[in-house]
């Protein structure tokens, strides 16, 4: 049974960078044949794909992110991570990370059980 | 981007209910649109794959239809477990997008 776990600090203060790993377990991310990829909710709010990587390192970003998202990928740990620059309030949020499909016509399944960071100073 | 829209955005009903949650798309996804679940505080859960595949373990109650442009969750015999949250997600672009969600709760 495939199973994901977030990480990373609770609290970001403005323009610095919020970075959080996903550590999987059941399944192995050098097997190369799925998407890994992040979700954001803020707080009430619906949710906001930010993006996948996949094992060759390929990565596909939400644009509206793109210039301060970088993710990357850590096989020996089984893990990949998040990382977004110059932050603010506005990207307070649950992120959750997420085993997305094969292709990128797929889903995500399943998802951690989501971190919440918070960006205040 | 695509832009789902879900209706209505909450949708009060009673156990045992069956109702309709529907999802419109600003343009066509073909049959690339996933239903998810999400309780209170919990991650969501994928419900519907490809329009009208149920996942693993998912009761039956649970159905989805639709293409293109126009696509439906429907809930059979609503149980105190339904109720929650869910969204329509689209994986036709590389952007992915999900719907504002609808919110079943209790009448």
């Known amino acids: 049974q495939v199973q994901l776990q977030e990480s990373g600090p609770g609290r970001v203060k403005p323009s610095e960078t919020l970075s959080l790993t996903c550590t999987v377990s059941g399944d192995s991310i050098s097997r190369g044949n799925y998407f890994w990829g992040w979700v954001r909710q803020s707080p009430g709010k619906g949710l906001e794909w930010i993006g996948v990587i996949h094992y060759s390192g390929t990565t596909y970003y939400n644009p509206s992110l793109e210039t301060r998202l970088t993710m990357s990928l850590d096989t020996s740990k089984n893990q990949f991570s998040l990382k977004l620059r110059s932050v603010s309030a506005a990207d307070t949020a649950v992120y959750y990370c997420a085993r997305g499909g094969i292709t990128l016509t797929d889903w995500f399944d399943p998802w951690g059980q989501g971190a919440l960071v918070t960006v205040s100073s | 981007d695509i832009q789902l829209t879900q209706s209505p955005s909450s949708l009060p009903a009673s156990v045992g209910d069956t109702v309709t949650i529907t999802c419109r798309a600003s343009q066509t996804v073909r049959t690339y649109l996933n239903w998810y679940q999400q309780r209170p505080g919990k991650a969501p859960k994928l419900l519907i794959s490809a329009v009208s595949h149920l996942q693993s373990g998912v009761p039956s109650r649970f159905s989805g239809s639709g293409s293109e442009t126009y696509f439906t969750l429907t809930i059979s015999s609503l149980q105190p477990e339904d109720f929650a949250t869910y969204y329509c997600?689209?994986?036709?672009?590389?952007?992915?997008?999900f719907g504002q969600g609808t919110k079943v709760e209790i009448k």
């Open positions: 997600q689209q994986s036709y672009t590389t952007l992915w997008t």
